[in-house]
Nanobody, 113 residues
């Protein structure tokens, strides 16, 4: 199982970014996926999850209404659209597949003016 994130970067407060996670090594369409993040000095926290059916999603309270998780099973990819970014969204964002306990390498998101 391999998960490869991309799309991180530096953005100003109020800006947007879209993260991607390309998955391989398992039947992507039949498994749920999650995004986590870890800020410096803090524990890794769940940001959003999506089931094998795209309509099944959940979000942490801190990102609800600003972030959207989605998936494209034809591309074996899960996305995290992040809008109205805040300084406190700065973190390394990780893609995670719980059934295989598989983590991506992470992608840095920095929100700064």
């Amino acid at each position: 199982v391999q998960l490869v994130e991309s799309g991180g970067g530096l953005v100003q407060p109020g800006g947007s970014l879209r993260l991607s996670c390309a998955a391989s090594g398992f039947t992507f369409s039949t498994y749920g996926m999650s995004w986590y993040r870890q800020a410096p000095g803090q524990e890794r926290e769940l940001v959003a999850s999506i089931g094998s059916i795209s309509s099944n999603t959940l979000y942490s309270d801190s990102v609800k209404g600003r972030f959207t998780i989605s998936r494209d099973n034809a591309k074996n990819t899960v996305y995290l659209q992040m809008n109205t970014l805040k300084l406190e969204d700065t973190a390394v964002y990780y893609c995670y597949q719980p059934s295989f306990n598989a983590w991506g390498q992470g992608t840095q998101v920095t929100v700064s003016s």
